[in-house]
């Protein structure tokens, strides 16, 4: 006769919160990546960048200095994605918390004892 199968733990879903984690930092981070193309596609090609007036950027017969320009200026959006981003973190961190004492306490509550193992005589 077999004994009776040991009860299965349900694991903790830190893969989402990592997700949600991963989602949130690249939000709120997105335009200071703009920012950073920007400067290094402009200081690879000497070309001038500024928020106050586009300026030619001739690379390969092509001028990118509207694009550049649209890049530098996309970092003002940092004014609401930084608050928001760390809005969002506040958020995420409170729901991970309680989620994670409940989930403690749902087990610790809920599963039955450990079985000891039969007596070889």
Known sequence: MNPPPLPVRKR??????GIALVLIVGFALAPVGSVMLCAEIANAHG????EGS???CIINSHD???LLYD??????????TLPGGLLAFVFWLMA??????????QFSAGL??????????
Request: overall charge positive; some cysteine; hydrophobic content about 45%.
């Open 12 to 17: 903790f879903p830190w893969i989402l919160y």
């Open 47 to 50: 070309c001038k960048v500024d």
């Open 54 to 56: 586009m300026h030619p």
């Open 64 to 66: 990118y200095g509207e």
């Open 71 to 80: 890049l530098g200026v996309m970092g003002w959006f940092m004014l609401v």
């Open 96 to 105: 991970l918390i309680l989620h994670r004492v409940s989930w403690r306490k």
């Open 112 to 121: 039955p004892p450990i079985p000891s193992p039969p007596s070889p005589a």
